[in-house]
């Protein structure tokens, strides 16, 4: 079993930077692939990105593409999220989430285990 810890949120203002850092503990992070979702009030948690095991493949939904980046540093066995660009639609309490499956998977359905989630909130 994994633990995940999500850091790094905050409130900023629109066109700011944020990065998000996910501390994985109790396994090697290297045998999952990570996600990293969110989720905004009255909406549902929607995947923004996700990265392999290898980290060779990426996934990024439209909504993030061009201003977020996920990447993975199996031997801090963290996984981080860079914000640029930041929008108000951006606001929502982000988690990551970790798989056992192969390629990036998007559905919360696929996801074992999950952070307890860290509040971004951004300003216009």
């Known amino acids: 079993q994994v633990q995940l810890v999500e850091s790094g949120g905050g409130l900023e203002q629109a066109g700011d930077s944020l990065r998000l850092s996910c501390a994985a503990s109790?396994?090697?992070?290297?045998?999952?692939?990570m996600g990293w979702f969110r989720q905004a009030p009255g909406k549902e948690r929607e995947c923004v990105a996700a990265?392999?095991?290898?980290?060779?493949?990426?996934y990024y939904s439209d909504s993030v593409k061009g201003r977020f980046t996920i990447c993975r540093d199996d031997a801090k066995n963290t996984v981080y999220l860079q914000m640029n660009s930041l929008k108000p639609e951006d606001t929502a309490v982000y988690y990551c989430?970790?798989?056992?499956?192969?390629?990036?998977?998007?559905?919360?359905?696929?996801?074992?285990?999950w952070g307890q989630g860290t509040q971004v909130t951004v300003s216009s």
């Open positions: 109790g396994r090697a992070l290297s045998s999952y692939a």
């Open positions: 990265i392999s095991r290898s980290g060779g493949t990426t």
């Open positions: 989430a970790a798989t056992r499956v192969l390629s990036v998977p998007r559905s919360t359905l696929l996801y074992d285990y």
